[in-house]
């Protein structure tokens, strides 16, 4: 659809729907650090990877299409049947260049530095993707921000510390 400049929108042609934090009525901001206690995504290390598959530890449906695992990219995004390493550019969704099953809490050309700094948990129910610490390709950004899905299909986007060119 249309760029939406308030704070909700929706419903697409599939019921999903936003609102975001600043919104009257919308979530409270409940940031939980998973970064010491999560499961480290080892191979995502550098500029452009993706991780292997990851057992989501539940099934979820997403478009209509039921998925049981995750592949993160060090891009800022989750797909469940791709994510290719060479999508670094953010653009308006939906678009026929992004990656197929995209998740973009923050899609950009983000790089890791030679460090971990992708982790995540699950309980069943939730499963929680963080990035910690994250810099712009470019420089001068420092990014630590959460995607969590929930067995009911929500996804949930958590921002704690966006510093820097965030546009």
Known sequence: GSPVAHGFGGPDGFGYRFVDSDEAGGPAFDWQDIS???????????????SRPIPLGFEFTYYGVTYRWVIVSTNGTLSF?????????????????????????????????GANRATYAFDGSRFVVQFTDVNRYEGGA?????????????IIFRYLTMTGVTT
């Open 36 to 50: 010491l206690t999560g499961i480290g995504i080892l191979e995502l290390n550098g500029d452009d990877q993706v």
């Open 142 to 154: 420092r990014l630590t921000f959460q995607v969590e899905l929930r067995a009911s299909g929500e």
């Open 81 to 113: 049947t791709t994510a290719d390493p060479s999508a670094y550019t953010n653009q308006f969704l939906p678009s026929p260049a992004a990656p197929l099953s995209l998740i973009a809490p923050f899609w950009d050309d983000l790089h890791f530095g």
